[in-house]
């Protein structure tokens, strides 16, 4: 196994020292499978220096496991044999503050002679970040969180067989109401200052429409970073929430019928310091540049489901006139479209931006944010242009008006959204091969799990997946 390079070897001892000062005392290794379950590795703190030289050794099975744990063999990976090597990310080492005694770190993948894994989700969207940047683009990106909070149980959590769980939500105000931030006022204070120790820039934190449902907003960045974000948001929400007695879910469908978590990506392009949203006398204000990755993303939206929308619980939260954006169209500052342009306040020096509004939290953000950046980038290099943009609610047009107007239904099943995903040329050479086979292979599975099941039960059984 090739080992890091003599200065990685340094800065690693100098963040194990500072570590120790702090009173660390475990690492949390963390990568993100193809079902979007943040999966571990935890160090000795003191072992740092080994890991950021040689890595710490995980299967490469776990690229074909299902959010049941299930393996689903594709063609390239899904036996016993074989082995990785996890490597922190040393920049991003981070002291949680809602777990005393822990730090956290993403890691990346390489095989055991020091070569980048195929599969390694982290590694693709840097890859993408830099085909972008190729591109003369300065690409940022942000996501928004939306979590349901529970009163935790007195024993242990039910098990995924255990369908009907009646859940005891520990605020009773109204979808937006200032009465659920009294009434979890301590709780949201910790969640805020929790991230802000830890670095991340929270920009907005509310209560939003379903019972005991919450959302935080993050500043963006490189897309990365942002991944890494959302990953560490996740799980410091879940910390928190474990420390005040209660449960959090960010099951895209936590109550079959009810308005479920999104986890909404947000992008924004500039070249040379400038906004490519802020373009003078442009059409909707875009460069032909951002019009065109803007329509590149909108014609792949049918394929990039199977990412952003990952379990047949995704599906159900994928309903019409629910702000979930399950038609292929794009709107200004429209909530109903998929694909969401946010023109900004004029005095907005950093210009607007676009918000793909259908992924949820079951997607792995690596994937997501890897694709996007894939699906935009083909529509740059074919020239690919915008239709016009949908106004009102597409939802409450009749069917012949819908398609008059070219508007049509993304797909409504994990199973037809995997097959857009299959037959996409330009997700599938970006993903390659291994990444590619690997997530079909897990989305096949998951549909298979749930295909005799009704709403409730694909809720219930998933819903403290993520």
């Known amino acids: 196994m090739a080992s890091r390079p003599a200065e990685q070897r340094g800065d690693a001892r100098q963040l194990a020292a500072r570590l120790d000062a702090e009173g660390v005392r475990n690492l949390a290794l963390t990568w993100v499978d193809n079902a979007g379950i943040a999966r571990v590795k935890a160090i000795p703190a003191q072992r740092l220096v080994q890991a950021a030289e040689r890595g710490v050794g995980m299967s490469p099975v ?3 496991f299902t959010s049941e744990d299930q393996i689903s063999p594709s063609e390239h990976l899904g036996g016993p044999d074989g082995d990785l090597r996890l490597f922190p990310d040393l920049d991003r080492v981070t ?8 730090a956290w770190a993403p890691a ?20 993408m970040a830099e085909r972008a940047t190729a591109a003369g683009l300065d690409l940022r990106t942000g996501f928004e969180t939306e979590w349901v909070v529970t009163r935790a149980p007195a024993g242990p959590p039910p098990a995924a067989a255990d369908t009907y769980e009646a859940l005891d939500y520990p605020c009773a105000g109204p979808a937006y109401g200032m009465t659920r931030v009294v009434e979890l006022s301590d709780y949201l204070r910790d969640v805020s ?30 897309p990365v970073r942002a991944a890494d974000d959302v ?30 978590n999104g986890c909404h990506l947000h992008l924004s392009l500039h070249r040379d310091g400038e906004s490519l949203h802020r373009a003078a006398d442009a059409e909707w204000g875009l460069a032909p540049d951002a019009q065109a990755f803007l329509a590149g993303i909108l014609g792949a939206l049918p394929a990039l489901l199977a990412i952003g929308c990952p379990s047949p619980a995704s599906y159900l939260r994928l309903q019409p006139s629910h702000w979930a954006g399950v038609y292929q169209c794009w709107g200004v500052e429209n909530r109903e479209a998929a694909l969401r342009l946010i023109t900004g306040a004029p005095d907005d020096l950093d ?11 079951a997607a792995n953000p690596y994937l997501a944010v890897g694709t996007v950046i894939a699906a935009g980038l083909h529509g740059m290099e074919t020239g690919a242009s915008l239709p016009a943009p949908t106004v009102g609610d597409p939802g409450v047009l009749g069917v012949r008006e819908r398609a008059r107007r070219g ?10 959204a995997t097959d857009r995903l299959e037959k996409s040329a330009p997700l599938s050479e970006a993903l390659g091969d291994v990444l590619h086979g690997a997530v079909l292979a897990v989305r096949r599975a998951e549909e298979a799990r749930f295909a005799e099941s009704d709403a409730e039960e694909i809720a219930a059984a998933t819903r403290w997946r993520w």
Do not use: M, N
């Open 351 to 361: 210009g607007g931006h676009a918000e793909v509004k259908t992924f949820d939290a």
């Open 193 to 222: 200052e929790a991230l802000t120790v830890q670095g991340v820039e929270v920009l907005q934190l509310h209560p939003e429409y379903a019972p005991g449902q919450f959302e935080v907003t993050t500043a963006p960045g490189d």
């Open 407 to 416: 508007i049509v239904r993304l797909p409504s099943t994990l199973g037809e």
């Open 231 to 260: 990953v560490l948001v996740r799980e410091t929400i879940r910390a928190v929430s474990q420390r005040h007695g209660l449960r959090a879910s960010f099951a895209p469908s936590v109550v079959a019928g009810e308005v479920g």
């Open 108 to 127: 990346d993948r390489y095989d055991q002679l020091g070569l980048p894994h195929p599969a390694c989700q982290r590694q693709f969207a840097r890859r």
């Open 62 to 64: 776990f690229d074909v």
């Open 95 to 102: 002291t949680l503050a809602a777990q005393p005694g822990w």
